[in-house]
Nanobody, 124 residues
């Protein structure tokens, strides 16, 4: 199973970006899909997860600003990021939790597959 994240870039505070993560080599519709991020000098932290299209869970720091969606026909999960802040600057990683599933986990170790990361930089 391979995950390919894309869509990162440089944006001003208050702006928006949409990240994408394409999954190949597995049964995408059976996976829970999550986004994590890692800022320089910090631990990788949970951003949000979707199990099916309507079931999502977000960290407190992004809730109300970020949203996760998925397109099972395209084997793709998206992270829409609005009202971006400089503290959102990080490398963003997508991750897949294969069956048997953990229930909307925010724990890094519960995820089986990881993408390579895409850099998001928010300027003030």
């Amino acid at each position: 199973v391979q995950l390919q994240a894309s869509g990162g870039g440089l944006v001003q505070a208050g702006g928006s970006l949409r990240l994408s993560c394409v999954v190949s080599g597995g049964t995408f519709r059976r996976y829970s899909m999550a986004w994590f991020r890692q800022a320089p000098g910090k631990e990788r932290e949970f951003v949000g997860v979707t199990r099916s299209g309507d079931t999502t869970y977000y960290s407190a720091s992004v809730k109300g600003r970020f949203s996760i969606s998925r397109d099972n026909a395209k084997n793709t999960v998206y992270l829409q990021m609005n009202s971006l802040k400089p503290e959102d600057t990080a490398v963003y990683y997508c991750a897949a939790d294969a069956p048997p599933l953990n229930i909307l986990s925010n724990v890094r170790g519960d995820y089986d597959y990881w993408g390579q990361g895409t850099q998001v930089t928010v300027s003030s």
